[in-house]
């Protein structure tokens, strides 16, 4: 039972272009979202976070979005670069406290020059 | 510098020859957790632990123990494992914080083969 999906395997973008990843939940207990991003023979690393009580947050050139009636958040990174190729994933942080992150399968974003 | 170190990095191992990848964190957190990573599966969680002594089950726990003995170690032992266990294994640790969220810092990961 996936309840963090991203639909999307892959992903390619025009350099300078704007860039868009979806991810979608189906448990309306989770308090906050958030993305990560992943290089390969690395671990994730924490990008940008969202609450629930909010729908938008921006930390430069990236912009998570929230939609709590459709279940679905995005995250635009605009303009995109090719240091931005990795794979990104959505995860919530579950209802049931002790800091448990759901992940989505993850979405590879390519940018290409 | 503050980092989640794991070892090893790449093991490949035979069924049912127990083994550990130990996972050690030099900031202080009190949050360590351990995740498997599969294609299509994204990350899973496999154990969690809040605190020294204080361990609970993840995701996906069947086939993986785990001990917190000291703040800075959170090793995962394989006691007999088995091919379904190949996968690509994070350990991350944070500080804890009730209701969240509190950025999880993520090791490199270690990928285990076993045949």
């Known amino acids: 039972d996936q309840q963090v999906k991203q639909n999307s395997p892959s992903l390619s973008v025009q350099e300078g272009r704007i860039s868009i990843l979806n991810c979608d939940y189906t448990?309306?207990?989770?308090?906050?979202f958030l993305w990560y991003k992943k290089y390969p023979a690395e671990g994730p690393t924490f990008l940008i976070s969202i609450s629930s009580i909010k729908d938008k947050n921006e930390d430069g050139r990236f912009t998570v979005f929230l939609n709590k009636s459709a279940k679905h958040l995005s995250l635009h990174i605009v303009p995109s670069q090719p240091g931005d190729s990795a794979v990104y994933f959505c995860?919530?942080?579950?209802?049931?406290?002790?800091?448990?992150?759901?992940f989505g399968q993850g979405t590879r974003l390519t940018i290409n020059p | 510098e503050a980092q989640v170190t794991q070892n090893p990095r790449y093991l490949i191992t035979v069924t049912g020859k127990k083994l550990t990848v130990t996972c050690s964190q030099n900031m202080n957190h009190e949050y360590m957790s351990w995740y498997r990573q599969d294609p299509g599966l994204g990350l899973r969680q496999i154990y969690y632990?809040?605190?020294?002594?204080?361990?609970d089950k993840g995701d996906v726990p069947e086939g993986y123990k785990v001990s917190r003995k000291e703040k800075r170690n959170f090793p995962l032992i394989l006691e007999s494992p088995s091919p379904n266990q190949t996968s690509l294994y994070f350990c991350?640790?944070?500080?804890?914080?009730?209701?969240?969220?509190?950025?999880?810092?993520f090791g490199p990961g270690t990928r285990l083969t076993v045949l």
């Open positions: 995860a919530a942080l579950g209802y049931q406290g002790a800091q448990k992150l759901v």
């Open positions: 632990s809040m605190n020294v002594e204080v361990t």
């Open positions: 448990n309306s207990m989770f308090d906050y």
């Open positions: 991350a640790s944070s500080f804890y914080l009730a209701g969240g969220p509190v950025e999880q810092f």
